[in-house]
């Protein structure tokens, strides 16, 4: 084999951030056209055009999501159930939130109710706004530390509730993916359709694109300052997973420390504020296409901004730091991630090309002649 377990570990750290990133770009443009849905259709059929924007596509989007659980129960399955046991009834609500999207989506065009139909676009505004502010929150929580332990057995015990993660930090990052993701839906919205949406689509492009920056680097300062994690005894990253095999502190500002050892990973957060103040510029000069490749590199590099601050770990603990699950602790076997290599070498890039096709066979301006001449055919 060419690659040692150390290897296939940091392999499989870049396929899970590579998986979120395509969720977040592919699904992430979704969700946001879905919150601007009951603001930027002013009418039935503007709303209809806005929908159709993604009925094509959404389905497909969702795969990202799909893979990027399926990779993190594979190749990370402690971090996995700690995931699913600490945000349990976030996870549940945004699941129930996504709910609303197929139903929506195949429901809404059925009667000619007005009420009926706008109903079902308040339905969508929630499967749009849930996951968009939860997946923040989740992130934000992340960098605070879980409360979580193990015990001698290895069994899970997560002390946490919903309401904490709600804390002020949280909220901050679920608002910066919030305008991230609206900013992203809007670029996306304004690539696909014409005429007044088109218009109204720069000026919500203008104002989250800003105020995604103004939350980045409040955020960023705000990372500064809290307590980060650092593991303070030797690491063995080809050993097998054993959370409790080292002694991990706490420490503010300790979140910055790959910067300080390695300054050209200042280029990541250095991108996003690059890439986020071009994307309103382009879109305001009618390039869409152009706005919509630097608001994806925009939500890659806030992304990778975050992986970057808090490798090795995954889920630091704050009630037992030891307990935090990192890189090098918390990974499946050897022979399981190389298999999982191979196959995901063989299928991603098919999966790639095949959405790539996709994108490319569907585009094209969505009008308001097209909903009227597939008036029955149309969502």
């Known amino acids: 084999m060419i690659f040692d377990y150390e290897t296939m570990r940091l392999i499989w750290w ?10 977040a770009i592919t699904g992430g443009f979704d969700l946001g056209v879905a919150i601007l849905l009951p603001f930027l259709g002013k009418n039935d059929t503007e709303r209809r055009v806005i929908i159709n924007s ?13 893979t990027a659980g399926g990779a993190l129960f594979a190749a990370w399955p402690m971090a996995y159930s700690v995931a699913f046991s600490g945000f349990y009834f976030a996870l549940l609500l945004t699941l129930f939130a996504l ?8 429901y809404r065009s059925k009667l000619p109710s007005q009420r009926w139909r706008n109903n079902w676009d308040i339905a969508l505004f929630v499967g749009g706004f849930v996951p968009a502010l939860i997946f923040g929150v989740a992130l934000g929580n992340l960098l605070q530390g879980v409360p979580f332990h193990f015990d001698s057995d290895m069994r899970i015990f997560y002390t946490g509730s919903f309401w904490a993660l709600l804390n002020p930090f949280a909220l901050a990052a679920g608002l910066l993916s919030l305008s991230m993701l609206i900013t992203h839906g809007a670029v996306f919205l304004q690539l696909k359709t014409v005429g007044d949406i088109n218009q109204r689509c720069k000026k919500v492009v203008t104002i989250f694109a800003i105020l995604t920056l103004a939350i980045f680097a409040l955020a960023g300062v705000w990372v500064a300052n809290i307590e980060g994690y650092h593991i303070s005894t030797e690491i063995f990253p080809n050993a097998p997973s054993n959370p409790l095999a080292k002694i991990v502190y706490k420490e503010s500002g300790i979140w910055l420390d790959n910067y300080a050892h390695y300054p050209v ?6 991108l996003a504020f690059i890439t986020g103040a071009i994307t309103p510029v382009l879109s305001k000069i009618d390039r ?3 706005a919509f490749i630097a608001s994806s590199l925009t939500l890659t590099s806030v992304i990778l901004t975050a992986g970057v601050s808090m490798f090795p770990f995954l889920i630091p603990s704050s009630s037992a730091m030891n307990s935090s699950l990192t890189v090098w602790d918390a990974s499946s076997s050897f022979t399981t991630l190389k298999i999982m290599f191979w196959v995901t070498a063989i299928f991603l890039p098919i999966v790639v090309a095949y959405t790539s096709w996709v994108f490319r066979v569907l585009r094209g301006k969505i009008t308001l002649e097209h909903i009227h ?3 029955h055919t149309a969502y």
Not at 99 to 106: C, N, T, Y
Not at 265 to 270: R, S, Y
């Open 54 to 66: 993604v009925g094509a596509t959404w389905e497909g989007n969702q795969v990202w999501f799909v």
């Open 373 to 375: 001449q597939n008036d």
């Open 14 to 23: 870049g396929l899970l951030v590579a998986l979120l990133i395509g969720f």
């Open 265 to 270: 990973l200042w280029a990541v957060p250095g």
């Open 99 to 106: 709910f609303l999207r197929p139903i929506g989506f195949d």
């Open 288 to 290: 869409p296409a152009l």
